[in-house]
Structures are given as structure tokens and as C-alpha cells.
């Protein structure tokens, strides 16, 4: 049974700092590409970045790319998120999941562990 235990996040201005970290057990961390994601209130669920699992590619989607980089060590089964320059509209809750190897590519993939953890809310204020 995979675990995914985010943390990092809290309360912060806009134009503020947070770094997020996803911790993975139960499965062998190293063989996927993961991704974090995140959901805001009244929304689906959307895709924010992903990373190989070698940490050698990274993708972003268009509203974080230049502020959000995505990040692993192998060693410590941990995958993290550096947010800057956050806005408003990046409160959310966020997730992190192991991800198809398209993800990394376009962002077009998909996540694969079907259980997910409990997320970390990020709330930024104006």
C-alpha cells in the first residue's frame, strides 16, 4: 500500500515563498516520474508539475512555470515543490502522485497510484 504524506504549506502574502514536500513509502520511489497537483475550492483537480524519475526532466504547466520548480532526492523518497512569486490564485490544496511518463513530456499524463494523501493547503493573501 503506497503512502503520500505532503507538508510545507500554510499561509503566506502574495509575492511570498513556500516550499512543499511529498514523502512516498510502500513502493519502489525511484521507477516513477511523480507530479504534484491541486485543488482549489469549487474546483477539479488540476496537474502543476511533474518531474522523471531520474530528476533529470521537469514540466510545469503554464500558470507556474517561471515561479514553481519541482524537485526529487531519491535517496529520501521525497519529492518537493519551491513555489515563489505566489499569487492569489494559487491557494489551494496540494497534492502529490506518481505519475505517467507523458505527464513530464506535455503534462497530458496521468496520475497512477488510485489513493491519494491528505494534501497540504497553501493560502495566499493579497
Known amino acids: 500500500q503506497v503512502q503520500l504524506v505532503e507538508s510545507g504549506g500554510g499561509l503566506v502574502q502574495a509575492g511570498g515563498s513556500l516550499r512543499l514536500s511529498c514523502a512516498v513509502s510502500?513502493?519502489?520511489?525511484?521507477?516513477?516520474?511523480m507530479g504534484w497537483f491541486r485543488q482549489a475550492p469549487g474546483k477539479e483537480r488540476e496537474f502543476v508539475a511533474a518531474?522523471?524519475?531520474?530528476?533529470?526532466?521537469?514540466y510545469s504547466a503554464d500558470s507556474v512555470k517561471g515561479r514553481f520548480t519541482i524537485s526529487r532526492d531519491n535517496a529520501k523518497n521525497t519529492v518537493y515543490l519551491q513555489m515563489n512569486s505566489l499569487k492569489p490564485e494559487d491557494t489551494a490544496v496540494y497534492y502529490c502522485?506518481?505519475?505517467?511518463?507523458?505527464?513530464?513530456?506535455?503534462?497530458?499524463?496521468?496520475?497512477?497510484?488510485?489513493?491519494w494523501g491528505q494534501g497540504t493547503q497553501v493560502t495566499v493573501s493579497s
Open positions: 502522485n506518481a505519475v505517467s511518463d507523458a505527464m513530464v513530456v506535455d503534462g497530458m499524463g496521468l496520475p497512477l497510484f488510485d489513493s
Open positions: 518531474i522523471s524519475w531520474s530528476g533529470t526532466r521537469t
Open positions: 510502500g513502493r519502489t520511489f525511484g521507477s516513477y516520474a
